[in-house]
T-cell receptor, first 113, second 113 residues
Framework: AQSVTQLGSHVSVSEGALVLLRCNYS??????LFWYVQYPNQGLQLLLK??????LVKGINGFEAEFKKSETSFHLTKPSAHMSDAAEYFC???????????FGQGTELSVKP | GAGVSQSPSNKVTEKGKDVELRCDPI?????LYWYRQSLGQGLEFLIY????????KSGLPSDRFSAERTGGSVSTLTIQRTQQEDSAVYLC???????????FGNGTRLTVT
């Protein structure tokens, strides 16, 4: 069985500050891991995905995530937050590169001017 | 190109009524998924269609929920005898196959009064 835990339902940062959104997973098979972003009243958009090719994954909008097997983590980071980054972020795990995804509860990111 | 289209975008219904939610996937995508997004519950997998295979219904919360996919394209999610706890945003996603990332629609917001 697979599961995802996102630590912190709400994170607030100042514009220009580091963004760190935490995700820990549980999987009995080698996982594929994803981060999705959801802007208000919109569907989910893929930010980045880990497919075992490289442990540090770069995504869109300056985000990146590092897969750490020893910590069963896949935290999302961005060096400098922008006001447009305010959204809800979901971490997800799957047995395949796509397919049925198991999502975390989501983390709402607020960016203060 | 056209993305995943869901209709209606908003639906208000009375408790006990049946509702149908529609999803038009991206043309050529063989995989189609339904998720439910409830306040405080995150994203919950409901059902998954892949080509002509039997659907994975493991996420449907009760026998009041059903879904079909006609001709391998459009899908309809039906909720019978709606309850207030069915109020949520219902998201549809499609992908070319189970090894490709999901493309999400903007969802249908269902409110049961």
């Amino acid at each position: 069985a697979q599961s995802v835990t996102q630590l912190g339902s709400h994170v607030s940062v100042s514009e220009g500050a580091l963004v760190l959104l935490r995700c820990n997973y549980s999987s009995s098979v080698p996982p594929y891991l994803f981060w999705y972003v959801q802007y208000p009243n919109q569907g989910l958009q893929l930010l980045l995905k880990y497919t075992s090719a490289a442990t540090l994954v770069k995504g869109i909008n300056g985000f990146e995530a590092e897969f750490k097997k020893s910590e069963t983590s896949f935290h999302l980071t961005k060096p400098s937050a922008h006001m447009s980054d305010a959204a809800e972020y979901f971490c997800a795990v799957s047995e395949h590169q796509g397919g049925k995804l198991i999502f975390g509860q989501g983390t709402e990111l607020s960016v203060k001017p | 190109g056209a993305g995943v289209s869901q209709s209606p975008s908003n639906k208000v219904t009375e408790k006990g009524k049946d509702v149908e939610l529609r999803c038009d996937p991206i043309s050529g995508h063989t995989a189609l998924y339904w998720y439910r997004q409830s306040l405080g519950q995150g994203l919950e997998f409901l059902i998954y269609f892949q080509g002509n295979s039997a659907p994975d219904k493991s996420g449907l919360p009760s026998d009041r929920f059903s879904a079909e996919r006609t001709g391998g394209s459009v899908s309809t999610l039906t909720i019978q005898r709606t309850q207030q706890e069915d109020s949520a945003v219902y998201l549809c996603a499609s992908s070319p196959d189970q090894n490709s990332p999901l493309h999400f629609g903007n969802g249908t917001r269902l409110t049961v009064t």
